[in-house]
């Protein structure tokens, strides 16, 4: 008796088996075409500086730390490695070119968070900027999304929001208390025009 052709265990018929054959023989195919067209791109990136977009960059932080920490050459921007992004801030790798070691180069100052975490103080500007404006993260994302530049998530956002809002909230009061103070003082040095003019 004609055995009948069986995928995963399913039998079918001999147009059907044929054409499920066809289909995964594309499938890795197209798979093999897109490792070979990544590992091209990862080429050709390597070759030029792989960093993309925009930045902002704190110039002393970063001119303090263009030197190599090891022989104290000065690096170049040209050979940065890797990239990692901390939201508004990055910290490069940049491979010196006299003695082969990399060094990182933060774009942004770090200060201590309230729990003792390192934050940067570009994220805190940018959060701080974006509460004065009366926006939120969405409008920051949509802002660094067409200034093509890499954004904090929403997470790290509230974090730097948190950091942020006890500060706001003292400088508020204190700003109520001086005026408060000064309405005060305004009203006492026109008390007597107020007598007469009732």
């Given at each position: 008796?004609?055995?009948?052709?069986?995928?995963?265990?399913k039998?079918?018929?001999?147009?059907?088996?044929?054409?499920?054959?066809?289909?995964?023989?594309s499938?890795?195919?197209?798979?093999?075409?897109k490792?070979?067209?990544?590992?091209?791109?990862?080429?050709?990136?390597?070759?030029?500086?792989?960093?993309?977009?925009?930045?902002?960059?704190?110039?002393?932080?970063?001119?303090?730390?263009?030197?190599?920490?090891?022989c104290?050459?000065?690096?170049?921007?040209?050979?940065?490695?890797?990239?990692?992004?901390?939201?508004?801030?990055?910290?490069?790798?940049?491979?010196?070119?006299?003695?082969?070691?990399?060094s990182?180069?933060?774009?942004?100052?770090?200060?201590?968070?309230?729990?003792?975490?390192?934050?940067?103080?570009?994220?805190?500007?940018?959060?701080?900027?974006?509460?004065?404006?009366?926006?939120?993260?969405?409008?920051l994302?949509?802002?660094?999304?067409?200034?093509?530049?890499?954004?904090?998530?929403?997470?790290?956002?509230?974090?730097?929001?948190?950091?942020?809002?006890?500060?706001?909230?003292?400088?508020?009061?204190?700003?109520?208390?001086?005026?408060?103070?000064?309405?005060?003082?305004?009203?006492?040095?026109?008390?007597?025009?107020?007598?007469?003019?009732?």
């Open positions: 008796m004609n055995e009948r052709p069986r995928y995963k265990g039998i079918m018929t001999e147009k059907q088996y044929k054409r499920r054959m066809k289909q995964i023989e499938g890795l195919m197209r798979k093999k075409e490792v070979q067209t990544k590992n091209q791109c990862d080429d050709d990136q390597q070759a030029e500086c792989m960093i993309e977009g925009r930045r902002i960059i704190d110039l002393k932080v970063m001119a303090q730390h263009l030197y190599c920490s090891f104290t050459e000065i690096l170049s921007l040209e050979d940065i490695e890797k990239e990692a992004k901390k939201g508004l801030a990055s910290d490069f790798t940049v491979r010196c070119r006299k003695c082969l070691a990399t990182i180069v933060p774009t942004s100052k770090v200060h201590l968070g309230p729990n003792g975490q390192l934050l940067y103080d570009n994220n805190t500007k940018a959060a701080l900027s974006a509460i004065h404006n009366g926006n939120g993260h969405t409008t994302k949509k802002f660094c999304g067409s200034m093509n530049m890499p954004c904090m998530t929403a997470k790290t956002y509230k974090s730097y929001e948190r950091e942020i809002g006890p500060v706001i909230e003292s400088v508020a009061k204190e700003s109520c208390l001086e005026a408060c103070k000064e309405e005060k003082r305004l009203t006492k040095s026109q008390l007597d025009i107020l007598q007469k003019r009732l």
